[in-house]
C-alpha cells in the first residue's frame, strides 16, 4: 500500500501562494494515479485536481483552472499542488490521495489511499 503525507498549508492573504507537497512512502508512487481534494467546514470533500500515473496528464475542477497546478515528481515520491490568485473561498483542509487506477479520476471512492490532510486558509 501507499503512505501519504501533505505539508505546505498555512494562512495566506487573497491573492497570495501556496504550494502544498505530498509525501509517498510505501510501493512504487508512479504507478499510481495522484488527486487533491478539498473539504471546507461544513460542506462536502470535493475534487481539486488530478495527474495520471504515466504522462502526466491533468484534469482540474473549474473552480481551480487557471489558478492551481498539479506535478509529481515520480524519482522523489512526491505529488505537488501549485496554488496561485488564492481566494476566501479556496479555505479548506487538503488532501492528496492515491489509486491504481488509471486515467482521470475526480470521485473519491476511486482512490484508494488518503492523507491526513493540510489546513489551507486564506485571508479577505
Known amino acids: 500500500q501507499v503512505q501519504l503525507a501533505e505539508s505546505g498549508g498555512g494562512l495566506v492573504q487573497a491573492g497570495g501562494s501556496l504550494r502544498l507537497s505530498c509525501a509517498a512512502s510505501?510501493?512504487?508512487?508512479?504507478?499510481?494515479?495522484l488527486g487533491w481534494f478539498r473539504q471546507a467546514p461544513g460542506n462536502e470533500r470535493e475534487f481539486v485536481a488530478t495527474?495520471?500515473?504515466?504522462?502526466?496528464?491533468?484534469y482540474y475542477a473549474d473552480s481551480v483552472k487557471g489558478r492551481f497546478t498539479i506535478s509529481r515528481d515520480n524519482v522523489k515520491n512526491m505529488g505537488y499542488l501549485e496554488m496561485n490568485s488564492l481566494k476566501p473561498e479556496d479555505t479548506a483542509v487538503y488532501y492528496c490521495?492515491?489509486?491504481?487506477?488509471?486515467?482521470?479520476?475526480?470521485?473519491?471512492?476511486?482512490?484508494?489511499?488518503w492523507g491526513r490532510g493540510t489546513q489551507v486558509t486564506v485571508s479577505s
Open positions: 490521495a492515491a489509486t491504481s487506477a488509471t486515467g482521470y479520476r475526480r470521485f473519491q471512492y476511486e482512490y484508494d489511499y
Open positions: 510505501g510501493r512504487t508512487f508512479s504507478r499510481y494515479t
Open positions: 495527474i495520471t500515473r504515466s504522462n502526466g496528464g491533468t
